[in-house]
């Protein structure tokens, strides 16, 4: 692969540049006789700038041997993988990715209605526990490769479409309504405390019997009880019955029909759904959930940015950021001062889709108009109550009749948002530059 092989040599290239440049920057520096520097603002900006630059060089020239090496496995998948031969260890067996189709018509219960041409078990039923070797969310692993199931994932993403509760780390529940506390302001008053004060509390320690003890003082906190239900998000879909006998079909009809519905129905709730007792609460939704909107004067990325700011100094760390596909467009074809892409490059390296070091996830169910920054996991927590599963019944209405089957995929899951100023919904403002 020469190209790759080209690209990773001329990243190198550059930043033996960037490195000579720091090293001459440096020793510039005026040195003082105790030992210490002078170092004028220029100089000091300078050093930064080749420094950013060097760290981001060295980011992609990584980013691309990881896709170089990625392509070697996909071009040889008869050789034992690179990867596998980490410390000495040979993998056993091939990587098999299951997707939940490819679970449904592996199911006991799937073949069991085929081994009896689907007449004496009209009902089929078949739960997916909810893995994904990318992502934790959908799917499962049931080989080793590559060293780890994560490893694998690099080659899954591209047909596996990335969604919000993909940003959440994994949890599940078995209550069917989850009671918390959300916490609505936080007033910090922690301070030093010396050992003892003089009389009045304040002045310092007189040594004698009236002085007073140091006393802590009191922070304040105010929560406020919430219950959270765990929801179900299903769907039905008709379909004829001879799509039981092709299974190659069967599973593109259950992946890219019926999961697919769930899940984007489920990054809508999370982000929209109204609250009524029995529904999610979405995170627009929510109260205490900060705003921004963007200045004309920033790029979008920059809008971005200063919108993680606001939960920054709130105390708490975002970990990702949700836009529509259309605004992703802006993000990453925007073009820094020398006309180049600031995010395309990345990305086209092998590179997660990042901004701000934050994971994106871009998706229909957010508006053009708004993006969504926030500390997923600490700030909100998504509960999977049942997994996705997958019905198959002929016995609906007229199906006999008709030839045909119904087949129904659900789920159930609850948000919990204990600390909603760790999220910023942003409004995006056009930039006039």
């Known amino acids: 692969m020469p190209q790759d092989k080209s690209l990773i040599n001329s990243l190198k290239t550059q930043l033996a540049e960037k490195s000579a440049e720091a090293e001459r920057i440096s020793q510039s520096f005026k040195v003082e006789d105790n030992g210490g520097f002078v170092v004028s603002t220029e100089q000091a900006n300078a050093f930064k700038k080749v420094s950013a630059d060097a760290m981001e060089l060295k980011q992609l020239i990584a980013d ?19 990867a ?3 410390y000495g260890q040979q993998p056993q067996h091939f990587t098999e990715g299951k997707s939940l189709g490819d679970m449904f018509v592996e199911s006991d219960a799937f073949k069991r209605a085929s081994e009896g041409g689907f007449r004496d078990r009209p009902y089929v039923r078949a739960e997916m526990e909810g893995k994904s070797i990318f992502s934790l969310s959908a799917g499962s692993v049931t080989h080793q490769t590559l060293g780890s199931a994560q490893n694998l994932g690099i080659s899954e993403r591209e047909f596996r479409k990335f969604h919000i509760r993909d940003l959440f780390p994994k949890s599940s529940t078995k209550q069917a309504v989850l ?5 609505t302001g936080w007033t910090n008053n922690a301070k030093q405390v010396k050992e003892r004060y003089a009389a009045d509390g304040v002045s310092p ?3 004698a019997d009236t002085d007073t003890w140091g006393r802590a003082p009191r922070s304040k906190l105010s929560l406020v009880p919430v219950m959270y239900p765990v929801a179900e998000i299903a769907h039905l879909i008709d379909a004829h019955k001879n799509i039981l006998a092709d299974e ?5 009809f259950i992946n890219s029909r019926m999961i697919e519905g769930v899940k984007y129905q489920e990054d809508w709730d999370l982000l929209h759904s109204v609250g009524d007792g029995q529904s999610l609460t979405g995170i627009f939704n929510t109260p205490g959930v900060q705003q921004y909107s963007g200045l004309s004067t920033d790029k979008y990325s920059v809008q971005i940015r200063r919108s993680i700011t606001k939960a920054l100094l709130a105390e708490y760390d975002p970990t990702g950021i949700v836009l529509s596909p259309t605004m992703w467009e802006y993000v990453e074809v925007e073009e820094d001062d020398t006309g180049a892409f600031r995010v395309a490059l990345q990305i086209a390296v092998g590179a997660k889709k990042q901004v701000w070091r934050l994971n ?5 169910a957010m508006a053009d108009e708004n993006f969504l920054v926030g500390a997923f996991g ?8 049942e997994a996705v599963s997958v019905t198959v019944s002929s016995e609906n209405a007229d199906n006999f009749e008709k030839g045909l089957i119904t087949v129904r995929a659900d789920e159930r899951v609850a948000l919990e948002i204990p600390r909603p100023e760790s999220f ?10």
Do not use: F, M, N
Request: net charge negative; hydrophobic share 30%; no cysteine.
């Open 64 to 82: 691309a041997e990881g896709l170089h090496e990625v392509k070697q496995y996909l071009d040889a998948p008869d050789a034992t993988p690179a």
């Open 84 to 86: 596998g031969q980490h």
């Open 179 to 183: 009671y918390g506390a959300r916490e």
């Open 205 to 207: 320690a007189t040594g």
């Open 248 to 252: 190659p079909r069967l599973k593109t």
């Open 360 to 364: 994106v996830v871009e998706t229909t």
């Open 378 to 385: 600490l700030g909100a927590q998504l509960h999977d109550r």
């Open 424 to 433: 910023v919904i942003g409004t995006w403002t056009q930039p006039t530059g």
